[in-house]
């Protein structure tokens, strides 16, 4: 979520910066998002593309703007996802509907593989310039504040020792009890339309070219179906 054109301004030389935003674990993700600053000169888009082609990485083109493309689209998702459990919803049953569904793995448990500080920082610097839609909820702000940060500390939405990954009862505290029952249908479309509505405003404002960009960006960076 840096700004590539303010990281160009401390420079002699904006037309050659750019940015590529690798995914995390770069050895088996493909993906890379080259990031377009105002700057930026053709040669250099030119060079980063074909760089990343060398290494073997597939990129997509994006302008710069804040999450540029896979971040900005994916964190209203998994921000609602934490709010859905602070509200009642199982974790379970959250991640179930999304392995269901078709994601290779749950919101929740990738906020966990995410790191909750880094879930809180990057949804910080979102909010900043999108509003509401990304802010951390008060859940992520105590699991936060309690240091508990996902699986580099053993615990996040769950507990994990060794292989085995259970729900984390310590989380119960700041939950509330709800009485709804969303079901598995209700809890994907919520969730998986705050992305497509997150990847429509992308494409909108011309963060990325077209549709097909948006597609490509979001099946190679989040595995979306």
């Not at 269901?100 to 879930?119: F, N």
């Not at 508990?148 to 939950?175: C, D, H, M, V």
Request: net charge negative; charged share 25%; with cysteine.
């Amino acid at each position: 979520a840096l700004p590539i054109a303010e990281l160009a301004q401390s420079t002699a030389m904006p037309a050659r910066v750019v940015g590529l935003h690798f995914f995390n674990p770069v050895s088996r993700m493909k993906l890379i998002e080259v990031v377009v600053g105002r700057e930026t000169a053709e040669p250099t888009r030119e060079r980063a593309l074909g760089f990343a082609r060398q290494i073997g990485k597939l990129p997509v083109l994006v302008q710069d703007s804040p999450g540029f493309l896979v971040n900005r689209v994916l964190f209203p998702y998994l921000l609602d996802a934490a709010e859905m459990f602070e509200n009642g919803v199982s974790a379970e049953e959250i991640d179930s509907a999304l392995l269901e569904w078709g994601m290779p793995m749950g919101p929740l448990r990738l906020i966990d593989e995410i790191g909750i500080d880094i879930t809180v920082d990057i949804a910080a610097t979102l909010e900043k310039a999108f509003g509401e839609r990304d802010r951390a909820s008060k859940i992520l702000q105590e699991m936060y504040s309690a240091k508990i940060l996902g699986r580099k500390t053993g615990a996040g939405f769950y507990k994990y020792e060794g292989k085995q990954q259970t729900p984390n009862e310590s989380l119960q505290q700041w939950r509330q009890e709800s009485g709804e029952k969303f079901g598995l249908e209700n809890i994907t479309n919520r969730l998986v339309y705050l992305m497509v509505n997150e990847a429509a405003r992308c494409l909108e404002e011309k963060v990325v070219a077209t549709p097909e960009d948006a597609d490509y960006g979001m099946i190679l960076g989040t595995g979306f179906p």
